[in-house]
Each structure stands twice: as structure tokens, then as C-alpha cells.
């Protein structure tokens, strides 16, 4: 999403880290730079002037002058500055004190409302709450339909007494009395919110209709709908890659309908991302959560300020580790742990866990991509085939359970075999046995202290298992002086130093501790008499 305005925000970075100092034409140039990235994003030009105006002020402060490292200075008020248009701080669900929690879904048609209802109620299902869909757009075309297959995709369930459009036509009566119209939305919403209280379901999500633009009926329903069902939530559903509209329509929507939260979809796209950071500026509603994908799960709460870490090239570890600890089974991790400590032999079932982990993480590409300085790899991560772990489970599952935990009994006929049943060559297979033979030396050279080989300056790093290290040259005895009398004088110094006191504890040349025996009791603080006995 951000790819453009990252590559060009890194580039104007590493300029500046080249200068030891900055003086105000340097200050100005990369305010200059920032700006010109920042339209090329399709940030909203109000936005853009009070974002480099707010940079350009504290980058020519004290804060930047008297820093020892300036140009990091500048990167940290661009990183702040990015978090605050950006919304400042992490905005969570508010729920209701009396459940059910009521929750308005606004926009317009096509930014993806109705998936983003089933994906929110997923993430609310697992973090253990009970909600239910309300199928309230009975304008949209099978729209009825398309919450009902997204709900069950998300395991929750959907209350749709109205079948609304269907086909581009309204729906005949049940009685045969003909067609009649789509329903009214405002009644389906109110029912819904009824029925999940009698369900005791602690959270509705009501899906509203869209329009492909914005007009004066749209606003006067989803209005409606608004004061009948008195929402905790209504939240702008906005599609991250319309650009410059997104500014008048999210103002729109703010006010005709008053939304308390904004909903990012589509933030796996290629678009240039200005959506982002203009709509919480414009609106003064924070971004509370995030679309990044296709599939129910792909859904995330929208953190500021890694995503300012994100478009600066920084890394988003946090979320990478929050993702990693969905995916990883504690049990198998502690028992891969036990097997790294006992330095057992980490084998092809260990490595079918482990890749079986790493998928439910998603794809590996935006994995690497939450790495900080991974922008300087892009070209090589978007050329990286995600398609060879496949490949590699396909070779690992043609193998008999005996070859997975033994893979050095693993001859030619039995890697014709494996060959054959995963569609690949022989050497193929060869190379996976290579590979995976050395990182089994490498993790129990971990285990046993070694370090990684060939890593000078950590224990074990010059030499591996098996290898003799550099022994330390033994140091040669000083000679001893051919002149009687220089040599006399030398060893009556070196016996000088054999009856000379050792010295304090801590090295010599320090006064060695008194005898306890010579110490006076009365100098000594009260209570401190009792020690000397010991």
C-alpha cells in the first residue's frame, strides 16, 4: 500500500544521514522532499501543509540542533508526526455496559462492507464475545445472500428475515400475492437488535447499503437506521484506494451520520495510500481497524504508530510477534525447545510443524515485509516464489514416516522415489537433504554453546564441532641478562616480588586487608565487635 511513499521517504533519509550537521537549507530540502512524496501518495493537501509545517518547526528547534545525531533526530520527528495524523494512539471497541453492543457499518458500495461485517465478527468471536450479522442492505443485489455465505465462512450467524433484492428483482410474498418491495431496512435493523438480546448475542453488526456515490437519500437512511437502533459504534467502512475522494467522503459521512470510528479495506492493494493518512486529520475519527487480505481472517486492529514504522522502512515487530504467538502451538513449541536443549535431531515432522505454523501467519512476503530494512530488499522479496514450499511439503510428504526422522537413511532408490511422488528431479530432493543436513549441524552446534560457524567474537564461533580451534601460543620465558651484575640486580627483584604481599581482592596494588587479630574493638561501629570472633 504504501510502497511509494516508503521508497521515497527512505531515499530522502539516507541523504540525510550522510551530514553530520544540518543546516537550514538541508532542513529544507527534505521538508521539500517530504512534500512532494506526500502528494505523490495522494495525501490531502490541507494534511500536507500542516503535517511539513509541524516538521519543519521542530526540525529547525533545539530539539535537532543540539542533538548529537541529527538526521536520526529528523527521522524521529517525522515518525511522531506521522503517528499523530495518522490518529495518535491505538483506538480499541467500546462496548456497552448493557449488552448488546450495537455496531453501524457505513459507506459506499463497493469499499467492501459487508466482508469487513463477517471479518470483525470473526476477530470478535475469537476474542471470545458472541456476535450476530443483521442483513439491513436490502437494496444491493443478492446482498441478503453474500452476508449470509460470509457469516458462515466466519462462524456467526445472520439474521436476515428480508431476502431484499435478488437478481435485480423483488422478491414474490411467501403468500403468492406477487412482488413487493425490497423491505424496510430500518424495521430489519431494529428487529435484529431485539432478536440478539432475546439470543443474548453481546454484539450485533449491522450491515447498511451503499451507494456509488454520495446522495441525499443514502444519508437520510443510513440516518434512520442510526436513531432507531442507537449504535455504540458506526463505523465508516472506506476503501483505502480511492485517493483524493476519500477526503470529501469521509466529511460526508461525518456529517450526515456522525461516524464514531473509520475502517481501512483494501490495504493489501497497490494503491498509493494517501486514504490513510488524510482520514483521520480530515475527520478527527481515529482509523480503528484494517482490511489486509481476502480471506476472513485477514483483519487487524490498527495501531498508529506501526504503521508510521511501517512506511518509514522500520519494521513492525510487535505485530509480527503477536502473529507468531496465534500461530505457534505453545506445546510444540515447548517440545521443540526440549529437543534444541537436548540437542536431538530436528526432523522433517518438526519441519512440517514449523512450515504449518508459519502459513497460518499468512503470506510469507508480508512477514518479511513487518521486518525493519526490508524496503531495501523489496525487488528480491517480490521475486521470492511462494509456490517453493510447496514444493518442499510435497517432497517432505512423499516421504515414509521412517525417512522423516531418519533422513541420512535415505539412499538413491529411496530419492527416485520421493522424486517421483512429489513431481519433482532427483536433484531437487538432493538439495533439500543438503540443506536440511546442515541446519540439524548447525542447531546442535547452538546447543551446545557453539555459536553460529564461522561468527568470530561468540563462544565457539572460530571452531565448529569437530574442528581444533587456534590454540594460544605458549608465552617464552624471559632471557636472563648476560652481565653479573645486571643479573644479580634482576633476581634480587624477582625475589622482591615472590615475598612482596599479594595485594587486595581486587588486583594489585591495592592495600591488602587488615589482620582481624590488630583491629581495635572500640574503633569500630557498635555491633560491629561480634564479626571479628568468626
Known sequence: MFTS???????????LRSKGRLSESDVNKTIRDIRLALLDADVALPVVKDFTHAVRERALGAEVSEALN????????????????LGGETRTMRFAKQPPTVVMLAGLQGSGKTTLAGKLARWLRDQGHTPILVAA?????????????????????????ERGNVFGHDVVSATGEGTRSHGDPVAVSRAGVEHARRTQHDVVIVDTAGRLAIDAELMEQAADIRAAIRPDEVLFVLDAMIGQAAVETAQAF??????TGVVLTKLDGDARGGAALS???????????????EQVKDFEVFHPDRMASRILDMG??????????????????????????AAEDFTFDDFLQQMAAIKKMGSLKSILGMMPGMGQMKAQIDAFDEREFDRVEAMV????????????QINGSRRARIAKGSGVSSSEVNQLLERFGDAQKMMKQLARGGGMPGMPGM????????????????????????????????????????????????????????????????????????????
Do not use: C, W
Open 316 to 341: 513492525d515487530v510487535l505485530t509480527l510477534i503477536e502473529q507468531a504467538e496465534k500461530a505457534f502451538d505453545r506445546t510444540e513449541a515447548a517440545e521443540m525447545e526440549r529437543k534444541f536443549l
Open 254 to 259: 461525518q456529517e450526515g451520520v456522525d461516524v
Open 137 to 161: 442492505d436490502l437494496q444491493r443485489p443478492n446482498a441478503v445472500t453474500q452476508l449470509e455465505v460470509v457469516g458462515e465462512r466466519a462462524g456467526v450467524p445472520v439474521f436476515a428475515p
Open 70 to 85: 541529527p538526521a536520526q533526530q529528523v527521522v524521529k520527528i517525522v515518525n511522531e508526526e506521522l503517528v499523530g495524523i
Open 279 to 293: 482520514v483521520a486529520s480530515v475527520t478527527g475519527r481515529p482509523i480503528m481497524f484494517a482490511s489486509t487480505g
Open 397 to 408: 510428504r512423499s516421504m515414509t514416516p521412517f525417512e522423516r526422522n531418519h533422513p541420512r
Open 459 to 534: 563462544p565457539g564461533g572460530s571452531s565448529g564441532p569437530g574442528k581444533r580451534g587456534r590454540q594460544q601460543a605458549p608465552q617464552r620465558k624471559k632471557s636472563k641478562s648476560g652481565n653479573p651484575a645486571k643479573r644479580a640486580a634482576e633476581e634480587r627483584a624477582a625475589g622482591q616480588r615472590s615475598t612482596a604481599p599479594a595485594g587486595g581482592a581486587f588486583g594489585a596494588g591495592l592495600p591488602s586487608p587488615p589482620d582481624p587479630a590488630a583491629i581495635d574493638p572500640a574503633s569500630l561501629p557498635k555491633g560491629f565487635e561480634k564479626f571479628l570472633g568468626q
Open 5 to 15: 511513499l516508503s521508497d521515497r521517504l527512505t531515499a530522502t533519509f539516507t541523504n
